[in-house]
């Protein structure tokens, strides 16, 4: 009896296979990166946008507390820095900016946002420290006998997000 020819195979199934299993992987990896990258974006997002938004509140309140006449309550002193209302001549202008200040501005409580710390603002009476004429926004013509009288306030809000690293800071000209 004869033996049939047998060829002799040389494993190319096999290699094919293990290529097309590598570039599913790798596909798969990449993927995966990519998915985990855009949830931290969406999620940073929302972080940045909720400390926005907490910000702004602190901000309206602030408005609030000024067209209520609550800067003369106990929520703020007579001598420039209590509450972080600032009235005396030689106070910083941008008393904002000194983060030991903060340790003294308003906080917000009744913020109901999912926020890390409640939001804060400080008012600066911009009369008493920041030269009119400089104020950003007025154009010409808007020199300080123009606001004789006036209270002009400077209202600078933060809050704070999800995460304590994330943090929004607003600021306005309020006018009387």
Avoid: C, H
Avoid at 147 to 163: C, N, P
Wanted: proline residues 3%.
């Amino acid at each position: 009896m004869s033996t049939p020819n047998l060829q002799r195979q040389t494993g190319s199934a096999l290699i094919v296979a293990l290529t097309i299993l590598l570039v599913l992987t790798l596909l798969g990896v990449s993927a995966m990166r990519t998915t985990s990258l855009e949830e931290k974006m969406a999620g940073n997002a929302r972080d940045s946008q909720t400390a926005f938004e907490a910000a702004e509140f602190a901000l309206r309140q602030a408005e609030r507390d000024l067209a209520n006449n609550v800067i003369v309550d106990a929520n703020f002193g007579v001598n420039g820095g209590t509450g972080a209302y600032f009235t005396i001549s030689g106070v910083n202008p941008e008393a904002w900016t000194v983060e030991a200040n903060w340790a003294i501005a308003t906080n917000v409580g009744a913020y109901g946002g999912d926020v890390s710390r409640a939001p804060q603002y400080m008012i600066q009476q911009v009369d008493a420290n920041i030269n009119i004429e400089e104020l950003p926004g007025l154009g010409a013509g808007y020199g300080k006998d123009r606001y004789a009288g006036l209270a002009i306030y400077q209202i600078t809000a933060r809050g704070f997000g999800i995460s304590p690293n994330s943090r929004a800071m607003l600021q306005i000209y309020y006018r009387e």
